[in-house]
């Protein structure tokens, strides 16, 4: 979708590039062997002493280990995991809200004996009824917590950069927006109108939880990377990449499959799979429009923008979500409301967006996309575990194919040269085998056989 092969991270519709090198406080570097004369004097050691063969190895497996692209391959493994657990928690905390909970009740019951006097005995019955079914109250509160993100990022700006005053930081987040032509009834527009696209997104997905499992939510609403590629394409001008096209019509068919995995009459599936993918397509237009009028953003600029839409949710939508109470189109008991769950929602939903808006400083936006698909099977463990679920069928081919069509839109815009690159190796590798050469070093051969190894890793995980 980039034109550099990166992929902009599901959350964060901003594609910036964080520097290989970060620079410390003190404007030194953090990686090894940053300082001119300790370089110099390892130099000259060096030259004074020519090293073994393995020496010379376990420095180079060192510096490759240490080294810039290593550190930020590690943190993207942890990025993952963090950003796959935080949105897989949330998920199945909405989830757990729409569960029916037992309600006991006391029933007076009169038994009859054989002399004809009575005896009254109570009896405590337990019924299953739905306490909790407010999926607006639940978008609302669970949006309120993005009023957190500038405060965040304040404080963690104060801590970093102890030369840096509070008005410094407040003046350069606003003073961003105003260098773009924004002034302010023009700035708290363009808020309004991605609040609410933004609290609609999150309500159709919510809503989808009451109808379907967690997993086929997850997976449904993965199938936004191929809509922001579509988006990004007839909007932003992107680059057409055939094989994306293709990864489209993939995720387009596994939606179909789900959308009739229960049949067609008497089912509410096609209503949940409905909402699910429209979520998912409204996050694709937020991240769209997000890039066409704000363009590339700073961390100050994202974290501003998210409070402004937390403190816009909370001061305008309140009454909306009263109004749905009183009238009784959500179902809402203040004593048996279920804090933990809710609370524990909004807090792991906090954490799964600051991952993905503020984590690309630290590694790849590609770790922070594959949190997205690899919620899916966690996820699938849970339901299974949980609620007993059983993935076949439909079902299960649908996920496949989603799953499938979300690794396509991950391939590069010049994935082709890879594929050729990848190609001529193997022949150089054969030919290197059938006539072998005293001069060609072990390390090439061993790289070669590593190559073919991962593409043969590659087919049989596709093919599974």
């Not at 490759?64 to 590690?74: D, E, F, G």
């Not at 379907?212 to 936004?224: K, Q, S």
């Not at 179909?256 to 949940?272: K, Q, R």
């Not at 997205?372 to 609620?387: F, G, N």
Request: hydrophobic share 50%; aromatic share 12%; glycine share 6%.
């Amino acid at each position: 979708m980039t034109r550099d092969g990166d992929i902009p991270t599901i959350f964060n519709p901003r594609r910036s590039r964080a520097p290989s090198v970060l620079v410390t406080d003190e404007g030194v570097s953090n990686g090894p062997f940053t300082h001119a004369d300790s370089v110099g004097s390892q130099q000259e050691a060096t030259a004074d002493q020519p090293l073994s063969p393995l020496t010379t190895k376990y420095k180079t497996c060192s510096d490759s280990l240490c080294s810039s692209s290593a550190r930020k391959i590690y943190f993207g493994i942890w990025v993952t995991i963090c950003v796959t657990a935080s949105w897989v928690g949330a998920t199945h905390c909405i989830k757990y809200l729409y569960i029916m909970k037992p309600v006991e009740y006391d029933e007076a019951m009169v038994l009859a004996p054989q002399d004809g006097a009575g005896v009254n005995v109570t009896a405590i019955h337990n019924h299953y009824i739905a306490t909790y079914k407010a999926p607006f109250f639940t978008t609302w509160f669970v949006t309120n917590w993005t009023m957190l993100f500038f405060p965040l990022y304040f404080v963690s700006r104060l801590g970093s950069r102890r030369c840096e005053s509070p008005s410094d930081i407040l003046s350069e987040s606003i003073r961003d927006f105003r260098d773009k032509g924004f002034t302010a009834g023009r700035f708290l527009t363009r808020c309004s109108l991605f609040c609410l696209l933004w609290v609609g997104t999150n309500y159709m997905y919510i809503r989808s939880l009451h109808i379907l499992l967690a997993t086929d939510v997850m997976a449904l609403f993965a199938t936004n990377i191929s809509f922001v590629y579509l988006l990004s394409w007839v909007i932003l001008h992107e680059q057409f990449v055939g094989i994306r096209i293709m990864a489209v019509i993939l995720c387009d068919t596994g939606v179909a499959l789900l959308a009739y995995m229960d049949g067609i009459t008497g089912s509410p599936t096609l209503g949940g799979v409905v909402l699910a993918t429209s979520a998912a397509a409204g996050s694709a237009v937020y991240k769209v429009l997000f890039k066409k009028v704000i363009g590339d953003a700073t961390y100050g600029q994202v974290a501003l923008f998210f409070s402004l839409i937390g403190m816009l949710n909370a001061a305008l939508l309140w009454p909306l979500s009263l109004g749905l109470f009183l009238t009784g189109l959500e179902t809402l008991h203040w004593d048996r409301l279920p804090w933990p769950a809710l609370l524990a929602a909004s807090a792991l939903s906090l954490v799964a967006n600051l991952l993905g808006n503020f984590s690309v400083a630290l590694t790849y936006d590609l770790f922070i996309t594959l949190g997205l698909i690899t919620a899916v099977p966690v996820s699938a463990a849970l339901d299974v575990v949980l609620y007993g679920a059983q993935f076949e069928g439909m079902k299960l081919a649908g996920m496949i194919l989603i799953a499938v069509g979300f690794f396509l839109v991950m391939f590069p815009d010049n994935w082709p040269d890879y594929i050729t690159r990848l190609l001529r190796n193997i022949i150089m590798l054969s030919h290197s085998a059938s006539m072998p050469t005293p001069n060609r070093g072990k390390k090439r051969e061993l790289m070669y056989v590593c190559v073919v190894g991962c593409v043969v890793l590659l087919m049989m995980y596709k093919i599974r």
